[in-house]
Nanobody
Framework: QVQLVESGGGLVQAGGSLRLSCTASGRTFSNYAMGWFRQAPGKEREFVGGISWNGANTDYADSVKGRFTISRDNAKNTVYLQMNTLNPEDTAIYYC????????????????WGQGTQVTVSS
């Protein structure tokens, strides 16, 4: 089992930045690829980005490319989502997820999920 806990969400004005963290406990964190997803009210969950187990590979949704950056520190069992130039459309609950093989855009492939952290961007 892997337990994931997100933190760092909050209220920010449009154009601002936030950094989300997702800290893992349980199994060896470095064995897992990680993904970030978000779900806005009334919308389906969507892929935000993913990172390979060693951080060498990342991928992002087109809607956040160039504004969001995913990184990880395996020594701290933590993956980060740096979010810049936020806009109201980024308002959502953000979730991190872990997969034992690779990251991907489908949430169904992930083995473990955090409880989510709310991000609200005001205009």
């Amino acid at each position: 089992q892997v337990q994931l806990v997100e933190s760092g969400g909050g209220l920010v004005q449009a154009g601002g930045s936030l950094r989300l963290s997702c800290t893992a406990s349980g199994r060896t964190f470095s064995n897992y690829a990680m993904g970030w997803f978000r779900q806005a009210p009334g919308k389906e969950r969507e892929f935000v980005g993913g990172i390979s187990w060693n951080g060498a590979n990342t991928d992002y949704a087109d809607s956040v490319k160039g504004r969001f950056t995913i990184s990880r520190d395996n020594a701290k069992n933590t993956v980060y989502l740096q979010m810049n130039t936020l806009n109201p459309e980024d308002t959502a609950i953000y979730y991190c997820a872990a997969d034992r093989t690779r990251y991907g855009t489908s949430g169904r492939m992930y083995d473990y999920w955090g409880q989510g952290t709310q991000v609200t961007v005001s205009s």
